[in-house]
């Protein structure tokens, strides 16, 4: 046995009070005087061996009574069964997941809330300790230095849960650098309080406790039944149309041990419940659900995948925009002027595109930064300034189809068409015309072109004939039966090139007048449409948006209702960054939530974005307490419990760590021995 406060035992001198009145008061014979004795009871005898064996037990309680008090001030504890246990004097740091998967419950209580009652139970042991710091994933400011006990117990009154997981690595860092700044006395402590998520507590293994302090791992697990969660959502098509079917995929995946079946998964679009389709999922298994709708009206649509499953909930809604009907912008240059317009007739006839006709000797290169798909038509060479510009303008992401002249000039298309990734550019001297071959239905080019009606040998073909002929860099999308190019598609960074074999006017072919013209040139137009992604995480670190041409100093805003946030920004031609805030760098009133959020320019709505928790919250797949141990195996400093559900958890670490603490039995010890001097005095006659 062990005394927290030695010093108090030089309290046991009181001892010696009661003997002293023993010594001088008890041993003293008294004479009592009557007038008359007739007024005298019956006295019942009384031998002086009784009455001293009564006096002796009256001294032995008082001294007991006394001893015992000041022995409970001196906190007696017997010592841990771990020899380096914790010093309650010392510093101790706390962290606490407060991560969305510890909403996962275990006997229908969540792990956040077991974690917080059995750390309230803990702080006990800290009762009076003022050297405490308590950890969450928001990292917020006031985490960064040494509290009470009380103080953390009223702030976890108030914790909520974050939508960003952190490393353990980083909490160990955290913790470190409040450690070299307070240095306590003896070893300080770490405590750990989390689920151990594999998918997020980052790389474990290479983590080294500096043997000063102590580490000790609280799991807070349960058998991962299930859990379904939106992986990913993408359409059928670049964009979606108006009044047309368009074609939904939901992939959807289960991260936990049991079958789902019939999961009734619901689209909305604007808030309206527009379609639904029932999977099922084996254990850590995915499915795709496909969901047709229409949309009227253009511009962006809130859309949402909805679908119940517990306990884990806040991964059951993903949001997503779709831009419906997006302008696409075409600009046409020309050399030689082809009589029958084909390209004017196919793009300035239709609502869906903006068009300019320009002549390329007269056209202004900058209207390339407002345009998605550039039209080359008849031009004799491409060389200069408009050729650096249109390069650039593939590499940033841009479209452009080339319709050779009558006599190309192949040395500037050679280079300019290999800089694009279109190799071995030739001249084509034969004037024969050469019919083309059958479509490759199974192309995604060509995914919704055919009725499935459409028998194959029944599709009337064009004829060509060709200028050129060149090595495909990319896809073959129509060939000649003579086995050469006739279209091609080739990807250059986030750009494509499209390049044509035959100018398009009659003398050279029938392609212009053919039914597959019209829905190919749809076809090139929609895939050049710089494709907005559909949603976006949170845990993102940067996010790369198109925007309009704006000054350099132009400052963009997220807004969510009442929630405004101007995040760290760098715009760079048409091309913004955005650097998403994490929760430490939010203040209360801008907690961010999984939604739709506007990207404004004072005061206007440029996009709308959707954004969303990151799945890696979703998987249930955790390190147990014998896998944790085998982690840290050759630190001895670590100790690892097997479950912070274990009603006995605090009572165990006491016991392992602090060791047991016995003032409040020698507090009642001394309340036993005064009440048994009582009884002594009256009950012993």
């Given at each position: 046995m062990?005394?927290?406060?030695?010093?108090?035992?030089?309290?046991?001198?009181?001892?010696?009070?009661?003997i002293?009145?023993?010594?001088f008061?008890?041993?003293?014979?008294?004479?009592?005087?009557?007038?008359?004795?007739s007024?005298?009871?019956?006295?019942?005898?009384?031998?002086?061996?009784?009455?001293?064996?009564?006096?002796?037990?009256?001294?032995?309680?008082?001294?007991?009574?006394?001893?015992?008090?000041?022995?409970?001030?001196?906190?007696?504890?017997?010592?841990?069964?771990?020899?380096?246990?914790?010093?309650?004097?010392?510093?101790?740091?706390?962290?606490?997941d407060?991560?969305?998967?510890?909403?996962?419950?275990?006997?229908?209580?969540?792990?956040?809330?077991?974690?917080?009652?059995?750390?309230?139970?803990?702080?006990?042991?800290?009762?009076?300790?003022t050297?405490?710091?308590?950890?969450?994933?928001?990292?917020?400011?006031?985490?960064?230095?040494?509290?009470?006990?009380?103080?953390?117990?009223?702030?976890?009154?108030?914790?909520?849960?974050?939508?960003?997981?952190?490393?353990?690595?980083?909490?160990?860092?955290?913790?470190?650098?409040l450690?070299?700044?307070?240095?306590?006395?003896g070893?300080?402590?770490?405590?750990?309080?989390?689920?151990?998520?594999?998918?997020?507590?980052?790389?474990?293994?290479?983590?080294?406790?500096?043997?000063?302090?102590?580490?000790?791992?609280?799991?807070?697990?349960?058998?991962?039944?299930?859990?379904?969660?939106?992986?990913?959502?993408?359409?059928?098509?670049?964009?979606?149309?108006?009044?047309?079917?368009?074609?939904?995929?939901?992939?959807?995946?289960?991260?936990?041990?049991?079958?789902?079946?019939?999961?009734?998964?619901?689209?909305?679009?604007?808030?309206?419940?527009?379609?639904?389709?029932?999977?099922?999922?084996?254990?850590?298994?995915?499915?795709?659900?496909?969901?047709?709708?229409?949309?009227?009206?253009?511009?962006?649509?809130?859309?949402?995948?909805?679908?119940?499953?517990?306990?884990?909930?806040?991964?059951?809604?993903?949001?997503?925009?779709?831009?419906?009907?997006?302008?696409?912008?075409?600009?046409?240059?020309?050399?030689?002027?082809?009589?029958?317009?084909?390209?004017?007739?196919?793009?300035?006839?239709?609502?869906?595109?903006?068009?300019?006709?320009?002549?390329?000797?007269?056209?202004?290169?900058?209207?390339?930064k407002q345009?998605?798909?550039?039209?080359?038509?008849?031009?004799?060479?491409?060389?200069?300034?408009?050729r650096?510009?249109?390069?650039?303008?593939?590499?940033?992401?841009?479209s452009?189809?080339?319709?050779?002249?009558?006599?190309?000039?192949?040395?500037?298309?050679?280079?300019?068409?290999?800089?694009?990734?279109?190799?071995?550019?030739?001249?084509?001297?034969?004037?024969?015309?050469?019919?083309?071959?059958?479509?490759?239905?199974?192309?995604?080019?060509?995914?919704?072109?055919?009725?499935?009606?459409?028998?194959?040998?029944?599709?009337?073909?064009?004829?060509?004939?060709?200028?050129?002929?060149?090595?495909?860099?990319?896809?073959?999308?129509?060939?000649?039966?003579?086995?050469?190019?006739?279209?091609?598609?080739?990807?250059?960074?986030?750009?494509?090139?499209?390049?044509?074999?035959?100018?398009?006017?009659?003398?050279?072919?029938s392609?212009?007048?053919?039914?597959?013209?019209?829905?190919?040139?749809?076809?090139?137009?929609?895939?050049?449409?710089r494709?907005?992604?559909?949603?976006?995480?949170?845990?993102?670190?940067?996010?790369?948006?198109?925007?309009?041409?704006?000054?350099?100093?132009?400052?963009?805003?997220?807004?969510?209702?009442?929630?405004?946030?101007?995040?760290?920004?760098?715009?760079?031609?048409?091309?913004?960054?955005?650097?998403?805030?994490?929760?430490?760098?939010?203040?209360?009133?801008q907690?961010m939530?999984?939604?739709?959020?506007?990207?404004?320019?004072?005061?206007?709505?440029?996009?709308?974005?959707?954004?969303?928790?990151?799945?890696?919250?979703?998987?249930?797949?955790?390190?147990?307490?014998?896998?944790?141990?085998?982690?840290?195996?050759?630190?001895?400093?670590?100790?690892?419990?097997?479950?912070?559900?274990?009603?006995?958890?605090?009572?165990?670490?006491?016991?392992?760590?602090?060791?047991?603490?016995?003032?409040?039995?020698?507090?009642?010890?001394?309340?036993?021995?005064?009440?048994?001097?009582?009884?002594?005095?009256?009950?012993?006659?």
């Open positions: 062990q005394f927290l406060f030695p010093t108090f035992l030089w309290s046991l001198l009181a001892v010696g009070i009661p002293a009145i023993h010594l008061n008890f041993r003293r014979t008294r004479r009592i005087y009557f007038s008359n004795v007024l005298l009871k019956n006295v019942e005898m009384e031998t002086s061996s009784f009455r001293r064996l009564k006096q002796y037990l009256i001294l032995a309680t008082r001294v007991l009574a006394i001893a015992a008090l000041a022995l409970a001030f001196a906190q007696p504890y017997l010592p841990s069964e771990n020899k380096s246990g914790t010093n309650a004097q010392s510093v101790t740091s706390v962290y606490l407060n991560s969305f998967s510890m909403q996962n419950e275990d006997n229908n209580q969540r792990f956040f809330d077991i974690a917080t009652g059995k750390l309230d139970q803990l702080l006990t042991l800290f009762r009076n300790a050297r405490l710091q308590l950890i969450t994933n928001d990292f917020d400011a006031q985490e960064q230095q040494l509290t009470t006990t009380d103080r953390i117990k009223d702030r976890l009154t108030t914790l909520k849960l974050s939508h960003t997981p952190r490393s353990l690595p980083s909490i160990y860092k955290r913790q470190v650098n450690m070299s700044r307070y240095a306590g006395s070893k300080n402590q770490f405590f750990w309080f989390s689920d151990f998520q594999k998918s997020t507590v980052g790389d474990v293994a290479s983590l080294k406790v500096d043997s000063s302090n102590r580490l000790f791992i609280v799991p807070v697990q349960a058998v991962a039944n299930q859990n379904v969660y939106v992986d990913s959502v993408w359409l059928n098509t670049p964009f979606v149309r108006e009044f047309q079917n368009n074609i939904l995929y939901v992939r959807v995946s289960n991260s936990g041990n049991d079958d789902v079946q019939n999961l009734v998964v619901k689209l909305f679009l604007d808030d309206v419940q527009v379609s639904t389709a029932p999977v099922n999922l084996a254990p850590k298994g995915s499915a795709t659900a496909s969901f047709n709708f229409n949309v009227r009206g253009k511009g962006f649509k809130r859309g949402r995948i909805v679908f119940d499953d517990l306990p884990i909930t806040f991964d059951n809604e993903y949001f997503f925009v779709l831009n419906a009907s997006p302008v696409i912008r075409v600009l046409h240059l020309y050399g030689q002027a082809n009589p029958n317009r084909s390209i004017e007739n196919v793009f300035a006839n239709d609502s869906l595109f903006a068009m300019r006709s320009l002549n390329a000797n007269n056209a202004d290169i900058g209207l390339l345009t998605d798909l550039v039209v080359i038509e008849s031009v004799e060479r491409v060389e200069g300034a408009m650096t510009e249109l390069e650039n303008f593939v590499r940033k992401g841009g452009i189809l080339v319709v050779p002249p009558s006599n190309p000039d192949i040395a500037s298309y050679g280079g300019f068409l290999s800089a694009l990734g279109v190799n071995s550019l030739s001249e084509r001297t034969s004037n024969e015309p050469i019919p083309l071959t059958n479509p490759e239905r199974k192309s995604p080019f060509f995914s919704d072109v055919f009725e499935q009606s459409i028998r194959q040998e029944n599709l009337e073909l064009p004829v060509s004939k060709p200028v050129w002929q060149w090595q495909a860099g990319g896809a073959k999308l129509l060939s000649l039966r003579s086995g050469d190019v006739f279209l091609s598609q080739s990807a250059v960074q986030r750009g494509k090139v499209y390049v044509l074999a035959n100018p398009l006017t009659e003398a050279f072919g392609f212009a007048q053919n039914a597959l013209f019209v829905p190919v040139m749809y076809k090139i137009a929609a895939q050049s449409v494709e907005q992604r559909a949603a976006y995480s949170f845990d993102e670190n940067n996010i790369a948006l198109t925007v309009p041409d704006l000054p350099q100093n132009t400052i963009f805003k997220l807004k969510k209702g009442k929630i405004e946030l101007i995040p760290v920004q760098r715009l760079n031609g048409n091309q913004l960054t955005l650097e998403l805030p994490k929760s430490n760098q939010l203040t209360t009133e907690d939530e999984s939604g739709y959020y506007e990207l404004q320019k004072d005061g206007q709505t440029v996009q709308l974005l959707a954004l969303n928790h990151d799945n890696q919250e979703s998987q249930l797949d955790y390190y147990t307490p014998d896998e944790l141990r085998k982690l840290f195996a050759n630190q001895p400093n670590v100790q690892v419990f097997d479950h912070v559900a274990d009603g006995d958890f605090v009572k165990e670490f006491q016991k392992q760590n602090i060791g047991v603490s016995l003032w409040n039995y020698f507090l009642w010890a001394a309340l036993a021995f005064l009440l048994l001097e009582i009884l002594v005095i009256r009950l012993i006659k």
